[in-house]
């Protein structure tokens, strides 16, 4: 069993910052891929950005320059770091993880899903 649970959203202005946070547990953690997905009401869950076990990364356009994903091997936990935030952002956001390095958008390859964290940037 892997279990992720999120943490670090919250209110914020638009152009502030917030670090999310996705603690996990599985002494495996690191050998898996890892992905932060968002959905706003009304929209898919889409794909904010990706990780492997080797620290390749992916960022959808939308985010790029603005996120940053990064993890810790041997504590586990798995960031994202968003600045220059914009109300367009605002959604649940969601961490993910799947066996194998293999880069994937879909929500049905991840495996394991912690349970979200609101994140509400207003103008």
């Known amino acids: 069993q892997v279990q992720l649970v999120e943490s670090g959203g919250g209110l914020v202005q638009a152009g502030g910052s917030l670090r999310l946070s996705c603690a996990a547990s599985g002494r495996t953690f690191s050998t898996y891929a890892v992905g932060w997905f968002r959905q706003a009401p009304g929209k898919e869950r889409e794909l904010v950005a990706h990780?492997?076990?080797?620290?390749?990364?992916y960022y959808a356009d939308s985010v790029k320059g603005r996120f940053t994903i990064s993890r810790d091997n041997v504590k586990n936990p798995v960031y994202l770091q968003m600045n220059s935030l914009k109300p367009e952002d605002t959604a649940v956001y969601y961490c993910a993880a799947k066996v194998g390095s293999w880069y994937s958008r879909r929500p049905d390859d991840y495996e394991y899903w912690g349970q979200g964290t609101q994140v509400t940037v207003s103008s």
């Open positions: 990780i492997n076990s080797g620290l390749s990364t």
